[in-house]
Structure formats: C-alpha cells, structure tokens
C-alpha cells in the first residue's frame, strides 16, 4: 500500500512559511536521528533557500550514538549549515543555538549580530515542540506524542534580541520514495489513519528479522528464522497474550505492541539510515 499523508493545514502552513522566510535570518531544522535521511524535508529545502540552516539530530537517545555523530559529522560539511546533536542525555541550549546562528550569518554590519530570527521547522512528530520548550526553559508549545500536533505558528523570545518561530510540522506532497515513507510511519511521523498499522509493522517486522534479530531474541525470546512475519506476529500475540477470535493473533493489537517497544526504545536504539559516504 503506498504512503501518503498531506492534510490540507499543511498545505497551508508552507505557504505561510514563505512568507516567514523573507523576514528570518537563520532555520533550524529538527530531524529524528534515527532516520536523518528520510526526515529532511525537500519542500523546507526549497522554501528556505540559502539562508543559514542549523540542522538538530533529535531524539538521540533512540539512536545509534555512533551512527548519530557520523550524519552529524556529515551535516556540519554541508555550505551554509552546522549540526547538534539533542537527546534526553545531552540537551542543546539557547545560547548554542543563538552563538551558532551568529557564526553562520555572517553579517557584514557586527551591530546587526545583536540581534536576529531563526526559523525552526521539520516533519510532524519529529520532536520539535518538546525541543521548543526545553530551549525556552518553559512550556511555550503543546506536545503529544501523535503527528500534527502543532497547527500554527508563534515567535517566542530566545535571548535578549533574538526570536524563535515555531512552524506546524511538514511532510511533502508526494512521498515518492517508500521505503522512506515506511520508515517515516515505523518512527510515528505519518498517522496511522494514512495506513493499515499493521502494515507499518509488518515492515519493521521485516526490517527487525533481517537487520536486528538480535534485539526479537532479547525483548520476546523469539529466534529469527526463515518463516516470515506471520510467524513473528503470531509467536508475539501468544507471548502478549493479544489472541483474537478462534485462537488466532490479533493482527493490530499485536502490531500495535511491536510499534509501541519499538518508538518508547524497549527494544534498544536505532539507527535506520547511514550517511552518504
């Protein structure tokens, strides 16, 4: 089944954003470290242009470590751009944000470093809002751990001078590439109303058997083998106790286990994409 999810305020919220980006002098864009790749956005691309872009690895505590300093390493060669990283065990500050900014502008007038606004933007559900209120040290923005959460903007106060405008999380118009769309599913991006839930989890299923066996051994005892996801499922449901009518697995509520160990990290940290190399 393909993916695609673009709901109509979001349509609206990148139209609004042009508009923004006339008046901003820097962006951050938040990704989720586990899929660096597939969570940057090429309309956000587009719609910022050249301007200074301070690319976030959030969540990175679900993430590689290792993996998650390489894209870092990656993004901070990129013109114009520098990288941090973010997480429940090392949380970026204001002043890194705002000293960073000054470095990328490069203004010719030093007066005009005084003062600035940056932009800060990305896909739903990437972690944005929770990011928003950690850098201003109080709850300016309502989280939720679902996509879409956030459907306006706002400018709020950074340090003296500086303001930050938080953006409705944006995907695309058409996700062309699947396997991307999939792994954006499998990391909470897209709703699950856009897809059969046990679709997203039988591809990460797939993904875990082939790439992490390990990890199904660890969490559900469960030996990887040639016999397929329904095999997995099935095992899973039993072990959870998720059996439906005539003694067969409940397909959702055992995919909704699956998603739910996979997203909260009880089954260990993740990291889907590797930099280019």
């Not at 590689?64 to 390489?70: I, L, N, Q, V």
């Not at 396997?179 to 856009?194: D, P, Q």
């Not at 990460?204 to 005892?221: G, H, I, N």
Request: glycine share 6%.
């Amino acid at each position: 089944m393909a993916i695609s999810w673009y709901p109509g305020h979001m349509h609206k919220a990148s139209k609004e954003l042009v508009k923004i980006m006339l008046k901003t002098d820097a962006v951050i864009e938040v990704l989720d470290a586990r899929i660096p790749e597939s969570s940057c956005n090429p309309l956000l691309a587009t719609i910022r242009g050249e301007r200074p872009c301070i690319r976030i690895l959030n969540k990175a505590d679900l993430a590689d470590s290792e993996t998650t300093a390489a894209w870092a390493a990656y993004f901070s060669k990129l013109d114009n751009s520098a990288c941090l990283v973010n997480g429940r065990d090392a949380q970026i500050s204001r002043a890194d944000i705002v000293n960073i900014a000054k470095k990328l502008i490069k203004k010719t007038d030093e007066t005009l470093l005084i003062q600035g606004q940056i932009v800060i933007d990305g896909i739903p559900n990437v972690g944005k809002s929770t990011l928003l209120n950690q850098l201003t040290e109080r709850k300016v923005a309502r989280t939720g751990n679902e996509p879409a959460v956030t459907k306006g903007q706002q400018r709020v106060k950074l340090l003296e001078g500086w303001y930050l405008i938080d953006t409705p999380g944006m995907l695309w118009p058409k996700l062309e590439d699947q396997e991307s769309a999939y792994r954006l599913a499998v990391t909470g991006t897209i709703r699950n109303t856009a897809i059969e839930v046990a679709d997203i989890a039988w591809f990460l299923a797939e993904l875990l058997m082939l790439e992490y066996p390990e990890r199904l051994a660890s969490r559900y005892d469960y030996v990887a083998s040639d016999r397929g996801a329904e095999h997995f499922f099935d095992e899973l449901a039993k072990l959870r106790g998720s059996i439906g009518r005539g003694g067969k697995a409940d397909l959702n509520k055992t995919a909704e286990i699956l998603l739910n160990d996979f997203r909260s990290g009880k089954l260990g940290k993740f990291s889907l994409e590797k930099p280019p190399t």
